[in-house]
């Protein structure tokens, strides 16, 4: 006898009150299922039913058994939907969100499309903070982590920002020695979407405070920062995501060092789910993968 086919008959027989009406559920006569059970009995050394004419009722080790077998069929089912995902080919639809810097995750996006052309996205590029259960999304890649039991989080990896200018706006205004050398610059500033505010650019030397500027261009999307850098329209406290190519070339400059400095971490997070889909899994490997290679470790 299979002990498992004995464990499915002794769940249902507990379940339905009654031999018949698990024998019809599991499509076999009721002496089948009553030797199974039997078989299940005899294998423990113990009577998990109480069996007479008119009634059967679980004994005390039929009870505390009963729930260890209720975790052994959810297990076992875990395990076969496991399997047969894992031998489907990674298809339908991702919805996801990600920070409005387009610029840096099109081309990650693009070649996740060249790789696994049969999976649709549904993409939402938006700084606001969205609620990824109740928005229905699938994923979401984020600054920083949030807090929300619901959600697995994936560390990808820690970046840095910085202040950066480009060398024609230096030379025509001046490199900006100590931190308050930035009141007498345009410091190209963004305004979080969700609260109104702007960021802030933390002081390391003046660690009691935060900068404010008089001179500030104000804008509320990371590319339009880096454009307006690069035409050299004045500062940028920028992510080295974007930023640093620029700064390897030579069109950006990075000002005052680490004086005005921060360290984010980059998240991937996606609705707790024990048996998530092969498409779901693909894109977490494939932009963990990816996105770790871009971001600074420090």
Known sequence: MNLLDGIEAFVHVADLGSFASAA?????????VSKLVGRTEDTLGTRLLNRNTRSISLTLEGRLFLERSRVILRELNAAKLDISLVAEAPTGQLKISMPNITSFFLPIIGRFQDAYPAIDLELDFSDRVVDVIDEGFDVVVRVGQLADSRLTSRLIGNFQMHLVASPRYLARFGVPGTVEDLANHQCIQYRYPTTGRLET????????????????????????????????RGIAFMPSLLADQYVDSGDLVVVLGQAVSTTYGLHLLWPTNKHATPRLREFIGYFHQHLSKAARYV
């Open 201 to 232: 650019w933390p002081s390391l030397d003046t660690p009691e405070r935060n900068l404010s500027f008089a001179k500030q261009l104000v804008c509320n999307n990371a590319d339009a920062r880096l454009g307006l850098a690069l035409q050299d």
């Open 24 to 32: 019809r559920h599991l499509d076999l006569s009721p002496s089948a």
